[in-house]
């Protein structure tokens, strides 16, 4: 059984950091793209961070770029999110994604592809006060 997991996040002030981790079992960890998402309350989910398998890879929403670093260790099953100088408008729910087909970079944020293999996580929340 595939299990995903978020952990990292809470409270910060703006312009503070947070890095968020996510861990993946039940699956082969490297041949699977990874991915950050976020989702504000009536919104869209929105790919903000998304990784190819080796962690060569690496695509960013036009809204994070520069400010958050998406990396991952196949060794540990494990995926990060460094976000750095946030703003308030980062406030969201993120959520960890596993897709076997691959992530892109579309519409000026990244995609993972649509796959009987794409795994959620429950997300953990960010809040970013002013």
């Known amino acids: 059984q595939v299990q995903v997991a978020e952990s990292g996040g809470g409270l910060v002030q703006a312009g503070g950091s947070l890095r968020l981790s996510c861990t993946a079992s039940?699956?082969?960890?490297?041949?699977?793209?990874m991915a950050w998402f976020r989702q504000l309350p009536g919104k869209e989910r929105e790919g903000v961070a998304c990784?190819?398998?080796?962690?060569?890879?690496?695509y960013y929403s036009d809204s994070v770029k520069g400010r958050f670093t998406i990396s991952r260790d196949n060794a540990k099953n494990t995926l990060y999110l460094q976000m750095n100088s946030l703003l308030p408008e980062d406030t969201a729910i993120y959520y960890c994604a596993a897709g076997d087909s691959g992530a892109y970079y579309s519409d000026g944020r990244c995609w993972v592809e649509p796959s009987d293999k794409l795994y959620w996580g429950q997300g953990t929340q960010v809040t970013v006060s002013s």
């Open positions: 039940g699956l082969i960890f490297d041949d699977y793209a």
């Open positions: 990784i190819g398998y080796s962690g060569a890879s690496t």
